[in-house]
């Protein structure tokens, strides 16, 4: 049996893939490089996003021929959208066999078996670990209600995994040749399990034999905490480097958003970040519903004075359910001028950040023999061939483009 996994959306949901891989995998499962030579599709669903929804199920609606064309062949549909949509689909797309919700992942080996389509669980070794990035999901769900996300609604409250197991899946990510791992969660740095705090976690999965290098996503403002803040401090094995949506720059804008945090607070937390010499990237939206042209502006200088080295802008757009998508919108035009604007501003941030790289030392962890990427979350191209997987400590001779140099 062969399976092609199709991700839609986000780097968790890339990670619930190889999850719910692993067991098909202890099933008999190998990976599939197309759904030609497949048996079993895998489509993992977004929903973040309208278009992500439709993006999915078009897909889903395009496999009828494909299943067609030989029999005994399978389709999973898993993750946020198949969560949203539920078993309602079967009736729409008769043709097919399984679907798993994002609440459902725990659950996935049971879903199989009581299916009945698949062979019985056998003792098998885990699925090789490809690359030097192991990916470990520390929690799920979601205890916030943003106003404008739908995340909340599909995937639930936040359940944190028992640390010992984090440990466990990052030794044995490591054991396969992971130099660096990522974890992840919807509100990443909200983990607790007992008295083992986000900060503590950090610092346990970097002392697991053969990992060099421990980044997370995503992070929420307001568990930017002192203690996440001296774990850093002291421990050069975290990434010099965090993505930490903001989303607004505006206080009353965030208020309305439901976000947990005033402009103030994000100005503090983001100057003690730069303190511990950590590069902030971001998310931001622009043309919330009650967006204003001064609090357009908040945006503007909180992105001056918080010199993020990258930021991903989105145009607001209202997602079903929510309760921003009942609030007066603003029209197409206003939402395309301020994009217009704040993409500018990036981009010229964004290369001021990497030419003020110039004339440091990085850590680069080489994914290449002559390329690879710096604790602060640069690529860096060296004059010399290194190992792949090692790290090599180099100082920055030119930055162009979106790209660093090494001296000779
Ligand atoms: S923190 Fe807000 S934006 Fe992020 S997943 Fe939770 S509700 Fe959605």
Same mark, same amino acid.
């Given at each position: 049996?062969?399976?092609?996994?199709?991700?839609? =959306?986000?780097?968790?949901?890339?990670?619930?893939?190889?999850?719910?891989?692993?067991?098909?995998?202890?099933?008999?499962?190998?990976?599939?490089?197309?759904?030609?030579?497949?048996?079993?599709?895998?489509?993992?669903?977004?929903?973040?996003?309208?278009?992500?929804?439709?993006?999915?199920?078009?897909?889903?609606?395009?496999?009828?021929?494909?299943?067609?064309?030989?029999?005994?062949?399978?389709?999973?549909?898993?993750?946020?959208?198949?969560?949203?949509?539920?078993?309602?689909?079967?009736?729409?797309?008769?043709?097919?066999?399984? &679907?798993?919700?994002?609440?459902?992942?725990?659950?996935?080996?049971?879903?199989?078996?009581?299916?009945?389509?698949?062979?019985?669980?056998?003792?098998?070794?885990?699925?090789?670990?490809?690359?030097?990035?192991?990916?470990?999901?520390?929690?799920? =769900?979601?205890?916030?209600?943003?106003?404008?996300?739908?995340?909340?609604? &599909?995937? %639930?409250?936040?359940?944190?995994?028992?640390?010992?197991?984090?440990?466990?899946?990052? $030794?044995?990510?490591? $054991?396969?040749?992971?130099?660096?791992?990522?974890?992840?969660?919807?509100?990443?740095?909200?983990?607790?399990? %007992?008295?083992?705090?986000?900060?503590?976690?950090?610092?346990?999965?970097?002392?697991?034999?053969?990992?060099?290098?421990?980044?997370?996503?995503?992070?929420?403002?307001?568990?930017?905490?002192?203690?996440?803040?001296?774990?850093?401090?002291?421990?050069?094995?975290?990434?010099?480097?965090?993505?930490?949506?903001?989303?607004?720059?505006?206080?009353?804008?965030?208020?309305?958003?439901?976000?947990?945090?005033?402009?103030?607070?994000?100005?503090?937390?983001?100057? $003690?970040?730069?303190?511990?010499?950590?590069?902030?990237?971001?998310?931001?939206?622009? %043309?919330?519903?009650?967006?204003?042209?001064?609090?357009?502006?908040?945006?503007?200088?909180? &992105?001056?004075?918080?010199?993020?080295?990258?930021?991903?802008?989105?145009?607001?757009?209202?997602?079903?359910?929510?309760?921003?998508?009942?609030?007066?919108?603003? =029209?197409?035009?206003?939402?395309?001028?301020?994009?217009?604007?704040?993409?500018?501003?990036?981009?010229?941030?964004?290369?001021?950040?990497?030419?003020?790289?110039?004339?440091?030392?990085?850590?680069?962890?080489?994914?290449?023999?002559?390329?690879?990427?710096?604790?602060?979350?640069?690529?860096?191209?060296?004059?010399?061939?290194?190992?792949? =997987?090692?790290?090599?400590?180099?100082?920055?001779?030119?930055?162009?483009?979106?790209?660093?140099? $090494?001296?000779?």
């Amino acid at each position: 049996m062969k399976v092609f996994l199709q991700t839609f =959306g986000c780097q968790m949901n890339l990670a619930d893939s190889e999850e719910m891989f692993a067991h098909l995998h202890a099933r008999g499962a190998q990976r599939a490089l197309s759904p030609d030579e497949a048996d079993v599709i895998l489509v993992n669903t977004c929903t973040v996003r309208e278009h992500a929804e439709h993006r999915a199920v078009s897909f889903l609606g395009r496999l009828a021929k494909w299943k067609q064309q030989k029999p005994g062949r399978r389709i999973i549909f898993a993750g946020c959208a198949a969560q949203r949509l539920g078993e309602g689909l079967k009736k729409e797309f008769p043709f097919l066999d399984l &679907v798993s919700g994002a609440k459902k992942i725990d659950d996935f080996g049971r879903l199989l078996d009581a299916s009945g389509l698949f062979p019985p669980q056998q003792e098998t070794l885990p699925p090789q670990q490809e690359g030097l990035t192991g990916y470990v999901t520390i929690m799920r =769900g979601c205890d916030f209600r943003c106003t404008y996300c739908i995340v909340p609604s &599909v995937r %639930g409250p936040v359940k944190c995994l028992p640390a010992q197991e984090i440990l466990q899946q990052t $030794a044995q990510k490591a $054991a396969q040749g992971a130099k660096e791992i990522m974890l992840l969660g919807q509100t990443v740095n909200a983990y607790k399990d %007992g008295d083992v705090s986000f900060a503590d976690l950090l610092n346990r999965v970097s002392e697991v034999p053969g990992v060099e290098r421990v980044r997370f996503m995503s992070p929420h403002p307001a568990y930017i905490t002192p203690d996440f803040l001296a774990a850093v401090r002291h421990n050069p094995k975290i990434a010099r480097h965090i993505h930490l949506p903001i989303q607004s720059g505006s206080t009353k804008v965030l208020q309305e958003m439901k976000r947990g945090y005033t402009r103030q607070m994000l100005l503090e937390k983001l100057a $003690a970040l730069q303190e511990c010499g950590i590069t902030v990237s971001t998310d931001i939206i622009v %043309g919330f519903p009650t967006e204003t042209e001064q609090d357009f502006e908040d945006t503007l200088t909180l &992105v001056d004075k918080a010199r993020f080295f990258a930021a991903y802008c989105f145009k607001y757009s209202p997602r079903q359910g929510t309760p921003a998508a009942q609030m007066p919108q603003l =029209g197409q035009d206003v939402l395309e001028q301020r994009l217009d604007i704040l993409l500018n501003k990036v981009r010229d941030l964004s290369a001021l950040a990497y030419a003020q790289q110039v004339g440091t030392r990085q850590q680069v962890l080489m994914e290449e023999e002559n390329k690879g990427r710096s604790s602060n979350n640069f690529w860096v191209k060296t004059a010399k061939n290194y190992k792949i =997987g090692s790290i090599v400590d180099v100082e920055i001779a030119r930055a162009d483009g979106t790209l660093l140099f $090494a001296k000779e």
